[in-house]
T-cell receptor, first 116, second 118 residues
Framework: ETGVTQSPTHLIKTRGQQVTLRCSSQ?????VSWYQQALGQGPQFIFQ???????GRGNFPPRFSGLQFPNYSSELNVNALELDDSALYLC???????????????FGPGTRLTVL | AQKITQTQPGMFVQEKEAVTLDCTYD???????LFWYKQPSSGEMIFLIY??????QNATEGRYSLNFQKARKSANLVISASQLGDSAMYFC???????????????FGRGTQLTVWP
């Protein structure tokens, strides 16, 4: 076990709704990355947070947004849900220092989102 | 162009045999890192092995080894003495830039489903 937790485990929403997914990083980790994994695909990078600031973003629309809290836990928010948003959402935590992010990313178990 | 290509959607191996999972990558960055992850049906990504672009020797971690051929841009995972518990999806991933780069973004392939049979 990596010590990275995510909630909820599963979620069912309908088109147009909004959803918030949560991630608690491993103790001592100050960086959280979020990935979307559609069925049969590899994970795709959504964005990363380092010390409460967005530190890079993949090719996802603005309706995907995030937050990182002082305890380094993080939220992923998705507005105006679409059917194609159905996927496994993974968060990964890692250690960064002085603007440098190390690469050992430890993944949580994921949240499986179904949009009907 | 795809940064990571895994051409084997599925592989089958008998218990106790060795198996090689293929991965090719595409980058113009001279500094990069290559990773292999295992994803059981539960969904969690489990880190297996890492190879840096400047590492002189192939990485090994227990039963896992990475066959790194830089000129061919390939980073194949070799699992020796397969076990039933090795049945899972395996992903190859790449990070571009130095190990200390600000953004540790990973690019993943589409994965290979490995099935180990008794």
């Amino acid at each position: 076990e990596t010590g990275v937790t995510q909630s909820p485990t599963h979620l069912i929403k309908t088109r147009g709704q909004q959803v918030t997914l949560r991630c608690s990083s491993q103790s001592g980790h100050n960086t959280v990355s979020w990935y979307q994994q559609a069925l049969g695909q590899g994970p795709q990078f959504i964005f990363q947070y380092y010390r409460e600031e967005e530190n890079g973003r993949g090719n996802f629309p603005p309706r995907f947004s995030g937050l990182q809290f002082p305890n380094y836990s993080s939220e992923l928010n998705v507005n105006a849900l679409e059917l194609d948003d159905s996927a496994l959402y993974l968060c990964a935590s890692s250690i960064g220092a002085s603007g440098v992010v190390y690469n050992e990313q430890f993944f949580g178990p994921g949240t499986r989102l179904t949009v009907l | 162009a795809q940064k990571i290509t895994q051409t084997q959607p599925g592989m089958f191996v008998q218990e106790k045999e060795a198996v090689t999972l293929d991965c090719t990558y595409d980058t113009s960055d001279p500094s990069y890192g290559l990773f292999w992850y295992k994803q059981p049906s539960s969904g969690e990504m489990i880190f297996l092995i890492y190879q840096g672009s400047y590492d002189q020797q192939n990485a090994t971690e227990g039963r896992y080894s990475l066959n790194f051929q830089k000129a061919r841009k390939s980073a194949n995972l070799v699992i020796s003495a397969s076990q039933l518990g090795d049945s899972a999806m395996y992903f190859c991933a790449m990070r571009e830039g130095d190990r200390g780069s600000t953004l540790g973004r990973l690019y993943f392939g589409r994965g290979t489903q490995l099935t180990v049979w008794p």
